[in-house]
């Protein structure tokens, strides 16, 4: 691969979050190199969500510190990820169901729109011309993620793996640098996750994105990543390449099911 | 360079000589469309003209020469259609090749045409090429029309297609001269094309179609249904497939007409909606495809818009066909049908994308005549076409005023059809093949010394002069008595039902016929459902006393269809049993491509046909099946026979 993986630009230092008495993360410390495809796994309930709600600003760690393009924070903002190229997946799907495919890859680009709202409710001037550079770099996407037959579909009528595709469509369509998918390939059949592998392999390459993934499927998490971060209850266990974190004892414990 | 310079004076018997002369003539009209990012993209006929010669020149320097065979691999795209007209330009001669096909399906037609260029679509089939190049030592440069994908590709004989219009750009800038001159250097008797057949039977062949033959064909088919520049043409249909050269490329080229690439496999249906093709072209699946798509959605409708429907529905049925056809009808049924128009059929066909059709074709298989009649009911004139790669799928048309459900028409312009002894329909006239390339025995074996094409299929010519097709001669039998037992032709009137799915039928040498039937379980399993009749399989439906019940039904219409057709009075069913398990592939019953496999299916159902035969009224069969995941079962059942009522002979 003519991909060249980087330097680090996100690290993140010794980041605790409690909810009350709650330990969700503790201690917690690794990076994420320019152009690499890094895994985050742990069995149910580790933290690896909340370990993505940190870097992207939704949750604010007691202790720690995020050091982001060299910019160094105590938390994220979700303003200043977003504008900083940050873009993210949800679990549960987080798209809106009654628009088409189209408005909502659209709405992936908002934060990118600087007409103000009166323009863009007539539809004139700036907000036309806006609107038609975005509709551009949105078909792209549509282009490179192959849903050209379903541009105008309600996504609410999709399937779920293509519903999943959409999502990953919108979060592209912020030309994001760093992407955050939490569980891309949860409850797809086979075929499904080896097309969603491949357009994540794609984008990685293609666009050079930088890609934080949670996934369960073993199997594609050590194919895909280049390093694999594992967590277990809030306590990061292992790191480094697959190979290194498949012989890890801890890992295999944790994942076997060992007494704590 | 200067386009077309002096082509007007020059006949128009080559296709670049047509490329050039429509670049003059209607030089700033749209040659060709392609959805591209959303947005249809037009070429005019002089830009393409201009990138065509570019192209051609790069092939030039490429080293592809007078004769070289180029292989065209992809779905239809404007410029793989250009990377035909490039190679002919050069007295060589375009391959294209199915798209769908696997690498190891792809290796012979490359060796067998000895291709040493290959321009294809894009990644993908860049790869199946790559997985083959060490079988194909000829093979020497790959061009590829989209480069997504391939920037890590270091290949030295990998070319992007831009490059090589670059390339072709510079080449004609220092030499203007040079494309003209080699098109001047064409003859219309050079071959334009090879087209591979199917294969059904051994190894695919390779058709050679000259300039002078497709045209033939397509000016033909142009004057008949007098097509203009003005028609529009969606471009979906594999570009290895006679009918889309035909439609596509000899036609576009002739008339001078537009034609349209879809964005995608899946986006066809969207597509024809947008674009609106005047001219339409589909094999009868995706006509019963679309049928279906409308009857579903109109089952979840509101009660006003079922009713409304329906009832139009109903109208179209009693005297559409007829409007269409210019036949006297009522004036109630003339206000009726106006008023539908404007409520339903309207409607209807712009949301199928069919308002703009003047004429829709299909061939390839039977069409049902109800999917037949539907469609001619809504005012769109679906014709029946007939014809091979052969014949450039030109032998015989249906006039508009004439048009019979069970002809496909009277002999096309130029086209001479003749009935042999042995019921083998021979066809003569200009654009029948040059040869099998390389295969100068089985040229000999299909064209007579009298210059008359062997199609291998049986038919006759009906007393207004219209061409019947009844089956493929090898299957023609004759039955004890001495009819000519057409196994297919009876199947087909089977499996227009929609509760048939298959039918095979044995009578070759016998005195009656029998026949083998499968259920459709959904068709079927939908009936029974809808009767509160419950069911623990396929087996179990098969053998229930209700479904026997409308299956025979199915087979009496047939047998008083049968009885009013002279030639096939004497074979209509006599006894019949519906199968305990669907023929399957898997279980090589059936082909890959879902046809029946006779003479397999008597040797294994035997005891079956022994007992339709005997005139026993059940018979018990035990057979083994194949799962999907390699699995062995057996399934068993006793198996109920029933006699069927026969018609007689109509006067």
Redesign the interface.
């Known amino acids: 691969?003519?991909r060249q993986i980087g330097d680090v630009i996100l690290d993140l230092k010794n980041i605790s979050l409690r909810f009350g008495g709650v330990r969700a993360l503790t201690d917690i410390s690794f990076d994420v190199k320019e152009h690499e495809v890094r895994a985050i796994i742990g069995p149910n309930g580790a933290g690896k969500s909340s370990m993505l709600n940190v870097i992207n600003g939704v949750y604010r760690p007691q202790e720690g510190e995020i050091i982001f393009r060299g910019e160094h924070r105590h938390n994220m903002n979700t303003h200043i990820a977003s504008a900083a190229g940050i873009a993210r997946t949800f679990q549960n799907i987080a798209l809106f169901k009654g628009m088409s495919v189209l408005d909502n890859l659209m709405s992936g680009r908002t934060l990118k729109m600087k007409a103000n709202f009166l323009q863009h409710a007539l539809w004139w001037g700036a907000a036309r011309n806006e609107e038609l550079a975005h509709?551009?770099k949105v078909?792209?996407v549509?282009?490179f993620l192959?849903i050209?037959?379903i541009?105008?579909t309600p996504v609410g009528r999709l399937p779920y793996g293509l519903q999943k595709r959409v999502e990953l469509g919108r979060a592209l369509a912020a030309e994001p640098s760093m992407l955050l998918l939490d569980e891309p390939m949860a409850g797809m059949n086979v075929e499904e996750k080896q097309d969603m592998c491949r357009f994540i392999l794609?984008v990685n390459d293609?666009f050079g994105t930088t890609i934080v993934l949670i996934e369960h499927d073993m199997g594609v998490v050590m194919d895909i990543s280049d390093r694999v971060v594992v967590l277990d209850y809030g306590k990061k266990i292992g790191d480094g390449t697959p190979d290194e974190v498949k012989n890890n004892p801890e890992v295999i414990s944790a994942y076997l099911g060992t007494q704590h | 360079m200067t386009l077309g310079s002096g082509a007007v004076s020059a006949p128009l018997d080559t296709f670049p000589r047509l490329l050039m002369h429509h670049a003059q003539v209607r030089g700033a009209r749209p040659a060709v469309r392609e959805k591209d990012l959303g947005i249809w993209q037009s070429r005019t006929w002089a830009q393409v003209a201009r990138e065509t010669s570019a192209f051609a020149s790069g092939l030039a320097q490429l080293g592809f020469k007078r004769g070289d065979r180029l292989a065209i691999i992809g779905d239809n795209r404007p410029r793989l259609y250009g990377a035909m007209l490039a190679a002919q330009m050069l007295g060589g001669i375009p391959v294209p090749l199915y798209q769908d096909a696997v690498a190891a399906e792809m290796i012979f037609a490359l060796q067998d045409s000895g291709i040493g260029i290959a321009v294809v679509e894009d990644q993908e089939q860049v790869d199946k090429l790559l997985e083959v190049k060490e079988q194909c030592p000829l093979l020497q440069h790959i061009v590829y029309d989209d480069p997504r994908g391939l920037s890590h590709y270091t290949q030295p004989f990998l070319h992007g297609l831009d490059e090589v219009i670059a390339a072709g750009t510079i080449h004609n800038q220092n030499q203007p001269d040079f494309i003209q001159q080699e098109i001047a250097l064409g003859r219309p008797d050079d071959t334009s094309v090879i087209l591979y057949t199917s294969g059904t039977t051994g190894k695919p062949k390779g058709v050679c179609q000259t300039h002078h033959a497709f045209i033939s064909a397509a000016r033909g088919g142009c004057g008949f249904d007098g097509m203009t520049e003005a028609e529009e043409v969606l471009s979906y249909l594999p570009m290895a497939w006679v009918g889309d050269h035909l439609f596509s490329f000899a036609q576009a080229l002739v008339a001078g007409f537009t034609i349209n690439c879809p964005e995608s496999g899946d986006t066809v249906m969207t597509d024809m909606r947008e674009i609106g093709p005047t001219c339409y072209f589909a094999p009868p699946r995706v006509y019963e495809n679309l049928l279906t798509q409308v009857m579903v959605r109109m089952e979840d409708a509101g009660a006003i818009m079922r009713g409304l429907f329906g009832y139009f529905m109903g109208v179209a049925k009693r005297c559409g066909a007829e409007i269409l056809d210019g036949k006297p009808v009522g004036l109630k049924d003339r206000l009726l049908y106006a008023l539908g128009e404007i409520l339903i059929y309207g409607p209807l066909k712009n949301v199928l994308g069919m308002s703009r059709i003047r004429v829709a074709y299909t061939a390839g298989a039977a069409i049902g005549p109800d999917l037949f009649r539907f469609y001619r009911s809504m005012g769109i004139n679906l014709k029946q076409f007939y014809g091979q790669t052969e014949t450039c799928a030109y032998v015989c048309l249906q006039a508009d005023s004439r048009i019979k459900l069970d002809s496909v028409g009277q002999p096309a312009p130029q086209v001479e059809v003749k009935i042999a002894d042995n019921g083998e329909i021979l066809v003569r006239g200009p654009m029948l093949l040059k040869e099998y390339y390389l295969r100068p025995e089985a040229t000999a074996e299909s064209v007579d010394g009298e210059g008359f094409f062997h199609t291998g299929d049986a038919g006759f010519l009906d007393h207004d002069g219209d061409l019947r097709i009844i089956d493929r001669v090898k299957d023609v039998g004759k039955m004890a008595g001495g009819a000519v037992f057409a196994p297919n032709y009876i199947e087909n009137k089977l499996k227009f039902f929609p509760h048939v799915k298959e039918a095979v039928c044995f009578g070759h040498g016998r005195d009656s016929v029998c026949a083998f039937i499968n259920i459709d379980m959904s068709s079927v399993g939908n009936w029974a459902e809808r009767r509160n009749l419950s069911y623990a399989g396929y087996t179990d439906l098969a053998g229930k006393a209700e479904v026997y019940a409308l299956i025979q039904e199915c087979v009496e219409q047939v047998n008083a269809d049968l009885a009013r057709e002279p030639l096939v009075a004497d074979t209509q069913v006599h006894r019949f049993l519906v199968l305990h398990k669907e023929l399957d592939p898997d279980d090589d019953e059936l082909t890959r491509t879902r046809k029946v496999r006779r003479g397999f299916i008597a040797e294994k159902y035997a005891v079956l046909i022994e007992a339709l035969y005997a005139g026993r009224s059940t018979q018990h069969i035990e057979t083994e099946v194949k799962f999907e995941d390699g699995r062995r079962g057996m399934v068993a059942a006793d198996l109920v026979i029933r006699d069927v009522k026969v018609f007689p002979r109509a006067a």
């Open positions: 691969m003519a509709r551009a078909e792209e549509i282009d192959e050209e037959h541009r105008k794609d293609h």
